[in-house]
């Protein structure tokens, strides 16, 4: 177990659990949190370019709000959240990253991959509930990421695949950070703009451009949270200019670059996820 203290100002100073090998099932990161202090926690949820699934694993619920409304316990998070924050007190959880292309056969296919907030039971029925209790039993974070990783694999194996030129676009996204036109994107898979358009929207929960955008976002995000500045970033990242970087980081996290550089989730990234999910191929 790790201990990371969350940017200042942050509500919480957390011990980090993560697997001490990669995790088997490529596209899927996790990490364990626990709260080491009593403290309410509120955290703005980041924009990122994988599904995030949290399991609730203590005695006081995790609540996550968005603009639907309030969920507690176990919960999915889509693609390109917004408004999103979790709050609770003693939080103890699993959080899972999962590329999309995981994301689409772990949770069955299910549409409610971009923006929403999802409660787990919804898509996993009960088998969501037999999971986390099996996670709260057992005796050590090893022996959860062992019962957390043998679940998705078994689930992904049974579950839907994504068409193979959907994931070869999403690859060519992720490997060029978004500066990819879906033009070219299309012509490489063999399809149609407007087919790809649609398979990669049903499959993913982003249209194309939405995606490499969120890619691009999240690449500037932690460039902007390691020190860089705006100016530095937006050369660096792709943007046409420091303007533009602005527009897009409020676009997806409602706040300025010097407040994303400062989000108290970026801040635990480099103990929590020793490599991104969504740079993982799957």
């Given amino acids: 177990m790790r201990s990371a203290e969350s940017a200042p100002g942050a509500a919480a100073v957390w011990d980090i659990a993560t697997p001490s090998r990669p995790v088997l099932l490529p596209g899927v990161s996790m990490a364990g949190f626990r709260a080491r202090t009593a403290d309410p926690v509120d955290l703005s949820v980041v924009p990122y370019p994988a599904v995030t699934v949290a399991v609730d694993l203590g005695g006081r619920p995790l609540a996550v709000e968005d603009g639907g409304g309030r969920h507690e316990g176990s919960v999915v998070v889509g693609l390109a959240p917004s408004g999103v924050h979790g709050r609770g007190r003693g939080i103890e959880c699993m959080q899972l990253r999962l590329s999309p292309l995981v994301a689409h056969a772990a949770l069955g296919g299910s549409a409610e991959l971009d923006g929403t907030v ?23 974070w090893p022996e959860r990421f062992a019962i957390a990783e043998a679940t998705l694999a078994r689930r992904v194996e049974a579950g839907p695949r994504v068409d193979p030129e959907v994931a070869f676009a999403w690859g060519q996204l992720v490997a060029h950070r978004g500066a990819v036109r879906v033009e070219r994107l299309a012509a490489e898979a063999g399809w149609s703009r407007k087919r790809l358009w649609s398979r990669f929207r049903s499959q993913i929960g982003l249209n194309p451009k939405r ?18 500045s705006a100016a530095q970033v937006a050369a660096e990242a792709g943007y046409a200019d420091q303007s533009h970087l602005h527009r897009d980081v409020r676009a997806f996290a409602g706040v300025t670059p010097t407040a994303v550089a400062a989000a108290p989730w970026l801040a635990v990234d480099g103990t929590a996820w020793a490599a991104p999910a969504y740079l993982t191929k799957a």
């Fill in 118 to 140: 999802v409660p787990l039971r919804d898509l996993w029925g009960r088998e969501a509930e037999r999971t986390q209790e099996r996670l709260r039993l057992a005796g050590s």
């Fill in 211 to 228: 995606a490499a955008q969120l890619v691009r976002f999240d690449d500037a995000a932690h460039r902007l949270a390691t020190g860089c």
